[in-house]
């Protein structure tokens, strides 16, 4: 029985590593991601060979160029991922319903313009920064464990 209700995107600011945006978008194809999004990012699509589920066939896909072109779907909530001592703890974080989660760029944080439009900025909570396909992947599955996407259908019965 498949309980999922809402819906979630992925996306990411500043991204200049092909490996790790073709990672990420990979790594949201296989969690049911609804949509990916870049901001600000002069990657073309040199991040194929890291994405090996061709995920553009599967989840759409939007560029922007940048914070004030970003153009989310209606009542969607904006949640950071950023390494800061104000940000919530992952693993208290309860997920909106309808959301895109925004990673800043590899050797970067997410810009303060960005910062300024997330209702939420959440942390994972390690002792310094990961890799953005990482801590991307760790976000799509806490929330899919929070949202009870997941669920042992053996102890249903």
Not at 64 to 70: D, E, G, K, M
Not at 103 to 111: N, T
Request: charged letters at 15%; hydrophobic letters at 40%.
């Amino acid at each position: 029985m498949n309980n999922s209700r809402g819906y979630f995107g992925i996306g990411v600011e500043g991204i200049s590593k092909p490996m790790n945006m073709g990672n990420l978008m990979r790594s949201a194809n296989a969690f049911g991601a609804h949509f990916f999004f870049t901001i600000n990012s002069s990657l073309g699509s040199e991040f194929k060979l890291s994405d090996t589920s061709n995920s553009k066939n599967h989840v759409p896909f939007w560029q922007y160029s940048s914070v004030n072109t970003l153009n989310l779907p209606d009542k969607c909530v904006l949640v950071g991922v950023e390494f800061t001592e104000s940000a919530i703890n992952l693993p208290s974080f309860p997920h909106p319903l309808s959301a895109a989660y925004v990673l800043g760029p590899e050797r970067g944080s997410i810009s303060e313009e960005l910062s300024k439009k997330c209702s939420h900025m959440v942390k994972i909570p390690t002792k310094f920064c990961i890799n953005v396909g990482v801590a991307g992947a760790i976000i799509m599955y806490d929330r899919m464990i929070n949202m009870g996407h997941f669920r042992n259908s053996s102890l249903n019965n």
